[in-house]
């Protein structure tokens, strides 16, 4: 069983920069792939970032790249996601989750997770 925490989300403007986290409880956070989605307002979650287990390869949705960054720190149990260059359109309650296994990054890329948390709201303001 892993429980997963968000924190980080808040309001920005528009052209800011937030960075949220994502804390995991257990000792094998380590062999988890981790991922970022979020959902909008009225809209179906899409996935944003994922990264391996092992090597720690990262993946991004189209419409963050370049803008977003995916991390993960295995003693911290935690995973993160340096989000800037904000725009309106980023606003949505962002969620980790974690899927083990090598397999796990595909299976979050497709927005499937074992587990998942509450989420933590970003708000970009024009």
């Known amino acids: 069983q892993v429980q997963l925490v968000e924190s980080g989300g808040g309001l920005v403007q528009a052209g800011g920069s937030l960075r949220l986290s994502c804390a995991a409880s257990?000792?094998?956070?380590?062999?988890?792939?981790m991922g970022w989605f979020r959902q909008a307002p009225g809209k179906e979650r899409e996935f944003v970032a994922a990264?391996?287990?092992?090597?720690?390869?990262?993946y991004y949705a189209d419409s963050v790249k370049g803008r977003f960054t995916i991390s993960r720190d295995n003693d911290k149990n935690t995973v993160y996601l340096q989000m800037n260059s904000l725009k309106p359109e980023d606003t949505a309650v962002y969620s980790c989750a974690a899927d083990p296994g090598p397999e796990g990054k595909d299976r979050l890329r497709v927005g499937k997770g074992r587990y998942w948390g509450q989420g933590t709201q970003v708000t970009v303001s024009s």
């Open positions: 990264i391996s287990w092992s090597v720690g390869s990262t």
């Open positions: 257990g000792r094998t956070f380590s062999s988890y792939a």
